[in-house]
């Protein structure tokens, strides 16, 4: 009986990885979720808006959209409003309290945050300080382009600056956090991309 509990649990984990993702409502982010949630994990996007995220159509291309059909699909997906950082950004109108009801029970927290304007810097540093206060055992996993793509992102913003800034996100995970994985991924191969994330993620929360 005690081998036969032993092969299921090998198989089977009991309970779903609690995986927040920041910045989840652009494409990698949207394949990420789905594919998460599709493994049985539980799966949260923080995002600026969560109203005009699922909104049945895009209302602007300033703020990420996931779409009604999407969340649909993917009932378990949830949106949550966060201040990501800059309070001078906040259009959601229910962003209080995200870290005690989101980060706090999280397992993995994924920065998607994109542009690599100054937003990226305050978003990075939003969730490790907050995190360092509600959860500090939680698994950091911060992504970004490699440096040869930089320029496809933030176009307005010269790349050395792009490059600069994306390495001080990532050391500031390195000298904060307690357990984190910094993932450089190839823009355009989306799909290859979630699943190095996926494999980091179950690699180190198994």
């Known amino acids: 009986m005690l081998v036969s509990f032993l092969l299921l649990a090998s198989v ?21 979720s789905s594919s998460l949630v599709n493994d049985g994990q539980e799966v949260t996007i923080l995002c600026r808006n969560a109203f005009l995220a699922s909104s049945p159509y895009r209302v602007s291309s300033d703020f990420g959209w996931l779409g009604k059909s999407f969340l649909e699909k993917h009932p378990s997906i ?3 409003d966060w201040d990501g950082g800059d309070l001078l950004d906040i259009v959601g109108q229910d962003w209080i309290g995200w870290q005690e009801d989101t980060l706090a029970r999280a397992d993995a927290v994924v920065n998607l945050v994109g542009g690599f304007t100054q937003q990226r810097e305050m978003a990075t540093e939003r969730l490790v300080r907050e995190s360092l206060r509600v959860n500090p055992n939680v698994l950091q996993v911060t992504v970004g382009p490699i440096d ?7 176009p307005v913003v010269a790349k050395p600056l792009k490059i600069a800034r994306l390495q001080k996100c990532e050391d500031m995970v390195k000298m904060n956090c307690l357990n984190f994985e910094c993932i450089r991924l190839e823009a355009n191969r989306i799909e290859e991309g979630c699943e190095k994330i996926k494999k980091v993620i179950y690699n180190r929360l198994n």
């Open 78 to 80: 949830k949106l949550r």
């Open 148 to 154: 040869d793509e930089l320029g496809m992102f933030a």
């Open 12 to 32: 089977f984990r009991v309970g779903a990885f609690k995986i927040v993702l920041a910045g989840g409502t652009g494409e990698l982010g949207r394949t990420l």
